[in-house]
């Protein structure tokens, strides 16, 4: 399994003013990249578990090969987190969800407002780096909470529907040491399409 790069729906700049395209550039063609190249080379040490998919190591962490379990957990975690974040913004977001993620977060939260506010104190008060998640339980329940590093609902048997990147890459060289600022403007590259495909892709 050779891991890459995705290739990014929209360019560089498309999300300004809420992410500036320096920071973009940077955390995809940096960041993101040196995740892959990490996680290609823990993997070419274990030819034996090259069939299985990304998702299947993440969520079965204690069955990798010992030596390579740190890096999977960390570089892999960092590329599927970042593909799934540069998957659910978008310049032209839709603004609201509806359908079956609506009837979820209004049984779980009772509305929009107070899982936007949920997530925002989670994203707040994660102390160092890590994600804010809005996650699916094996139940079809919601749950939000943050994680550490690049640590992921997958890791706790659980899938991601939402994620927020709160490592300071995501948002300094804009936001420098105002992560409250940049996780309000966040949310108006939130694109609440690719989060209900997320709800299908994980339902069961
Ligand atoms: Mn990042």
Same mark, same amino acid.
């Given at each position: 399994?050779?891991?890459?790069?995705?290739? !990014?729906?929209?360019?560089?700049?498309?999300?300004?003013?809420?992410?500036?395209?320096?920071?973009?550039?940077?955390?995809?063609? &940096?960041?993101?990249?040196?995740?892959?190249? +990490?996680?290609?080379?823990?993997?070419?040490?274990?030819?034996?578990?090259?069939?299985?998919?990304?998702?299947?190591? !993440?969520?079965?962490?204690?069955? !990798?090969?010992?030596?390579? &379990?740190?890096?999977?957990?960390?570089?892999?975690?960092?590329?599927?987190?970042?593909?799934?974040?540069?998957?659910?913004?978008?310049?032209?977001? +839709?603004?609201?969800?509806?359908? +079956?993620?609506?009837?979820?977060?209004?049984?779980?939260?009772?509305?929009?407002?107070?899982?936007?506010?949920? !997530?925002?104190?989670?994203?707040?008060?994660?102390?160092?780096?890590? *994600?804010?998640?809005?996650?699916?339980? &094996?139940?079809?329940?919601?749950?939000?909470?943050?994680?550490?590093?690049?640590?992921?609902?997958?890791?706790?048997?659980?899938?991601?529907?939402?994620?927020?990147?709160?490592?300071?890459?995501?948002?300094?060289?804009?936001?420098?040491? +105002?992560?409250?600022?940049?996780?309000?403007? *966040?949310?108006?590259?939130?694109? *609440?399409?690719?989060?209900?495909?997320?709800?299908?892709?994980?339902?069961?």
């Amino acid at each position: 399994m050779q891991n890459e790069l995705p290739q !990014l729906k929209y360019k560089f700049d498309a999300l300004e003013p809420f992410i500036d395209a320096q920071t973009m550039e940077i955390h995809y063609s &940096k960041h993101h990249q040196a995740y892959v190249n +990490k996680l290609n080379e823990a993997l070419a040490k274990h030819p034996e578990i090259a069939d299985r998919t990304l998702e299947d190591l !993440l969520s079965n962490i204690e069955t !990798l090969p010992e030596d390579i &379990k740190i890096q999977v957990k960390n570089h892999g975690g960092g590329h599927f987190n970042h593909c799934l974040y540069w998957e659910i913004m978008n310049p032209n977001p +839709k603004l609201k969800p509806e359908g +079956k993620l609506l009837q979820l977060i209004e049984d779980e939260f009772d509305n929009l407002e107070n899982l936007t506010e949920s !997530l925002n104190t989670e994203a707040l008060n994660r102390f160092g780096s890590g *994600w804010a998640w809005l996650a699916l339980t &094996k139940n079809n329940n919601l749950k939000v909470y943050s994680t550490a590093n690049q640590d992921n609902p997958l890791n706790l048997g659980e899938y991601p529907i939402i994620g927020i990147d709160v490592w300071e890459h995501a948002y300094y060289l804009k936001y420098q040491n +105002k992560r409250a600022d940049y996780i309000k403007n *966040w949310w108006s590259v939130l694109d *609440w399409e690719a989060a209900e495909s997320n709800l299908k892709k994980y339902m069961l």
